[in-house]
């Protein structure tokens, strides 16, 4: 990574965020980093720290940036208001990546979703950067939503425009689904794992970040004036291998329970919990050939490693 270069990280309290801080610490110490944060009143964060409150008029000083990461954003959860996922997921990273690009930023880097491309493929069909988009619920949408303004803005700016998808991200601390699968098995709820035999595509905290700080380092060219990439980990495994990587990790015994597929999806349904029904047993696989490939980089954290890092 080019040393001289500054980068304005947005979302760099959270959960992404603060990995992406701390690894960008370790690759290299001499670049200058900016954050943005809704909140700068209790930050603690060690970095040039501005207000940025995504719902209100964007009003930000980003001369002399040179990369900006945007993280932040409205996460997938049932409490989110639908209109608060176009209005901070589409319309102000639109704004934003505007901003960017009129006061000269060189390169606009969005984290989006796979749920972009849609929430079943498989091992034999698995997503690619050519794959038609089928986002599946508002949240997907926002995404994609963004995702075409910055293609289009791209077309008449001289900024980059570089987008990634990622699956689901797991970690050590990691929230939202992840975090509950964690909490299962501290508490040696049973698992009916021989039902849970499907191919999914998930990404560690550090191989995600490993990514990003690749695609931050202006020393990477030959891009694509917009560029999207799907990125997951190089292994492909099921929820059960998941559950039972958590369990190691824990020094957690994972039970199982017999249950067969059928019956498990008859009581996901029967209590309405048909997110869950996907996530837990339906596949969902990547192809981030073209990503290893462009940038040159190797996913090489194992699950199991990632999350007994920080341990």
Same mark, same amino acid.
């Given at each position: 990574?080019?040393?001289? $270069?500054?980068?304005? &990280? +947005?979302? /760099?309290?959270? *959960? &992404?965020?603060?990995? @992406?801080?701390?690894?960008?610490?370790?690759? /290299?110490?001499?670049?200058?980093?900016?954050?943005?944060?809704? =909140?700068?009143?209790?930050? =603690?964060?060690?970095? =040039?720290?501005?207000?940025?409150? %995504?719902?209100?008029?964007?009003?930000? =000083?980003?001369?002399?940036?040179?990369?900006?990461?945007?993280?932040?954003?409205?996460a997938h959860n049932r409490s989110a208001p639908t209109a608060s996922y176009d209005m901070i997921n589409h319309k102000a990273t639109l704004l934003l990546a505007k901003t960017a690009s009129d006061q000269g930023v060189k390169r606009f880097i969005f984290l989006s979703s796979i749920g972009v491309n849609g929430k079943v493929s498989s091992i034999t069909d698995p997503f690619t950067r050519h794959s038609i988009p089928a986002p599946h619920n508002d949240y997907a949408?926002?995404?994609?939503?963004?995702? @075409?303004?910055?293609?289009? %803005?791209?077309? $008449? $700016?001289?900024?980059?425009?570089?987008?990634?998808?990622?699956?689901?991200?797991?970690?050590?601390?990691?929230?939202?689904? *992840?975090?509950?699968?964690?909490?299962?098995?501290?508490?040696? !709820?049973?698992?009916?794992?021989?039902?849970?035999?499907?191919?999914?595509?998930? !990404?560690? !905290? +550090?191989? %995600?970040?490993?990514?990003?700080?690749? &695609?931050?380092?202006?020393?990477?060219?030959? %891009?694509?004036?917009?560029?999207?990439? @799907?990125?997951?980990? /190089?292994? &492909? !495994?099921? +929820?059960?291998?998941?559950? $039972?990587?958590?369990?190691?990790?824990?020094h957690k015994r994972v039970f199982s329970i017999p249950f067969s597929r059928n019956l498990l999806v008859s009581i996901l349904l029967f209590f309405r919990l048909n997110n869950l029904k996907e996530s837990l047993l339906d596949d969902l696989v990547i192809d981030s050939s073209y990503a290893r490939r462009k940038i040159n980089w190797d996913p090489d954290i194992s699950v199991l490693k990632e999350l007994n890092n920080g341990r």
């Open positions: 990574m080019s040393r001289k $270069s500054t980068i304005f &990280v +947005t979302g /760099a309290s959270g *959960f &992404v965020g603060s990995a @992406l801080l701390a690894t960008m610490d370790r690759v /290299a110490a001499g670049v200058h980093v900016k954050v943005g944060l809704r =909140d700068i009143s209790g930050s =603690d964060l060690n970095y =040039d720290t501005v207000k940025l409150d %995504l719902a209100k008029k964007i009003r930000i =000083d980003l001369k002399n940036i040179d990369v900006l990461v945007h993280l932040a954003g409205v949408q926002s995404k994609y939503d963004a995702e @075409l303004g910055l293609i289009e %803005l791209a077309k $008449s $700016s001289p900024m980059e425009i570089v987008i990634i998808r990622p699956p689901l991200i797991y970690g050590s601390n990691a929230p939202g689904n *992840f975090s509950k699968l964690v909490k299962l098995v501290r508490f040696c !709820i049973p698992f009916p794992l021989s039902a849970l035999d499907n191919k999914r595509s998930f !990404i560690g !905290i +550090t191989n %995600l970040c490993n990514f990003i700080c690749k &695609v931050i380092d202006l020393k990477l060219v030959g %891009l694509e004036k917009s560029e999207i990439f @799907l990125v997951s980990d /190089a292994e &492909v !495994i099921s +929820t059960a291998q998941l559950i $039972s990587a958590i369990g190691l990790s824990r």
